[in-house]
């Protein structure tokens, strides 16, 4: 069972009543190599694993049981605000492709002037953030999965931004997305297909499509050429 698209982040890492004390923490640096840094990520990990039911917060589909393997995704991104680093509120699990898509892109509504700003000064709703946010934003009203591609559903700004931002009709998720509903390769193929030639899709949804089109018929080509 999948974390669901209308579900937002229920509890933060700190609620956990064991938690509350690793939090003094959050002065240290991200990389630091204490025990004390270690098994406060170890814990963050395993938090959000578990209340996003081993699921990406910007793609959703399934990560690795407990994260293993995957990032501790921090929303605002940690060079762009260091002391936002351990806050509750600015991390969750993500998979590695979203992860390493996103990068260093900055996800607030203003850009920043001050990277020092302090550790409450952190934005704590819907509106500050360019993107869907898993604390505060349920996921289903701004993206709907239309043929294997991810669909902005309203005019925020929020589901075109975080398409963009996590490069969600990226090939690998258009080809896990056609896994879990058990298509073949031919059906993946007619579907994007048209998909291509339907200009209610924006460019860049058919872009993907035929993306996704051309590495399917590149592989069957290869497989015709083993002996
Ligand atoms: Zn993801």
Same mark, same amino acid.
């Given at each position: 069972?999948?974390?669901?698209?209308?579900?937002?982040?229920?509890?933060?890492?700190?609620?956990?009543?064991?938690?509350?004390?690793?939090?003094?923490?959050?002065?240290?640096?991200?990389?630091?190599?204490?025990?004390?840094?270690?098994?406060?990520?170890?814990?963050?990990?395993?938090?959000?694993?578990?209340?996003?039911?081993?699921?990406?917060?910007?793609?959703?589909?399934?990560?690795?049981?407990?994260?293993?393997?995957?990032?501790?995704?921090?929303?605002?991104?940690?060079?762009?605000?260091?002391?936002?680093?351990?806050?509750?509120?600015?991390?969750?699990?993500?998979?590695?492709?979203?992860?390493?898509?996103?990068?260093?892109?900055?996800?607030?509504?203003?850009?920043?002037?001050?990277?020092?700003?302090?550790?409450?000064?952190?934005?704590?709703?819907?509106?500050?953030?360019?993107?869907?946010?898993?604390?505060?934003?349920? =996921? %289903? /009203?701004?993206?709907?999965?239309?043929? +294997?591609?991810?669909?902005?559903?309203? *005019? #925020?700004?929020?589901?075109? &931004?975080?398409?963009?931002?996590?490069?969600?009709?990226?090939?690998?998720?258009?080809?896990?997305?056609?896994?879990?509903?058990? =298509? %073949? /390769?031919?059906?993946?193929?007619?579907? +994007?297909?048209?998909?291509?030639?339907? *200009? #209610?899709?924006?460019?860049? &949804?058919?872009?993907?499509?035929?993306?996704?089109?051309?590495?399917?018929?590149?592989?069957?080509?290869?497989?015709?050429?083993?002996?």
């Amino acid at each position: 069972m999948s974390w669901r698209k209308n579900q937002i982040i229920s509890h933060r890492y700190d609620q956990y009543p064991g938690n509350k004390t690793k939090i003094a923490a959050k002065k240290k640096t991200w990389d630091s190599k204490t025990n004390e840094i270690k098994a406060l990520k170890s814990t963050i990990k395993k938090h959000y694993s578990i209340v996003q039911n081993d699921t990406c917060a910007y793609c959703r589909t399934p990560v690795r049981f407990d994260g293993y393997g995957e990032a501790i995704e921090h929303i605002v991104v940690k060079s762009e605000k260091f002391r936002w680093m351990f806050h509750p509120y600015n991390l969750c699990i993500s998979c590695y492709g979203c992860n390493t898509k996103k990068g260093i892109e900055n996800t607030l509504i203003n850009v920043p002037t001050s990277y020092a700003n302090g550790y409450n000064d952190i934005p704590l709703n819907s509106n500050s953030y360019r993107i869907i946010h898993p604390h505060f934003d349920t =996921y %289903s /009203k701004y993206i709907q999965e239309t043929k +294997l591609l991810c669909i902005p559903k309203t *005019t #925020s700004i929020k589901g075109p &931004e975080t398409i963009r931002i996590c490069k969600l009709n990226r090939l690998d998720l258009i080809y896990t997305r056609a896994r879990q509903k058990s =298509y %073949s /390769k031919r059906t993946l193929q007619k579907i +994007l297909v048209r998909v291509v030639g339907d *200009t #209610s899709f924006r460019k860049e &949804e058919r872009e993907s499509a035929q993306k996704m089109v051309d590495t399917i018929i590149d592989r069957y080509n290869y497989i015709k050429q083993l002996p």
